[in-house]
């Protein structure tokens, strides 16, 4: 005797365009919330504030997100899972460390071109973000940040691609910050594409720390 089976709910055509619809909305909520929390501050911010820039009641915002640490949160996940694709990318392919600088620097900027408003709040919030528990995967992010780029100038100091006398850590450091407080002057669509800043800022630095033939 057949087993009978469970149908399967189907789909409609109209159940479709509604969850379409709300991961759009939910999208621009996203959008709307981070350029708020890079202008006025996360503290600063109150779910209302961050509602009335989207044309919205602060009730109805809660209908997408219980609160704004949630909201911060998704918006920064989101940030560091697409920069960690990019860079691990980089990472694998097995590039020279000249070749890994000037990827890792060209997707550092194609990353500001994605997701400027959360890059300037990284910039600015991290540092007190990491002492909460549901924010403990910034460190992990900049742990990870750090050592990548470390390894690739140690990598090309060994190799005689970059000077013998090359304080790794300094320039590392002027590498990060002077990459990332793009974010505070760079606005997507402007007269420059992110691969070109890339192109002109490795211009600057690989001049100063290249061996010269």
Sequence with gaps: MPVPTKKKPQVTAA????????????????????????????????????????????GSLYYHFDSKESMLEEILRTFLDELWDGYDTVLDAGLGPRETLEALVTESFREIDRHRAAVAIYQK????????????????????????????????????????????????????????????????????????????YLSMVLDGIAVRE
């Design 15 to 58: 159940r479709r365009p509604a969850a379409g619809a709300a991961q759009a909305r939910r999208r621009e909520l996203l959008e709307t919330a981070a350029e708020v929390f890079a202008e006025q501050g996360y503290n600063a911010t109150t779910v209302r504030k961050i509602a009335d820039h989207a044309g919205m009641l602060a």
């Design 125 to 200: 919030e991290s540092k007190q973000l990491v002492a909460q528990e549901r924010f403990g995967f910034l460190a992990e992010s900049q742990r990870r940040f750090e050592k990548a780029w470390l390894s690739t100038l140690e990598r090309g100091v060994a190799a005689h691609v970059f000077r013998a006398d090359l304080d790794v850590r300094l320039t590392y450091r002027f590498v990060r910050d002077t990459v990332w407080v793009a974010a505070s002057w760079y606005r997507p669509g402007g007269q420059h594409s992110p691969e070109e800043i890339a192109r002109q």
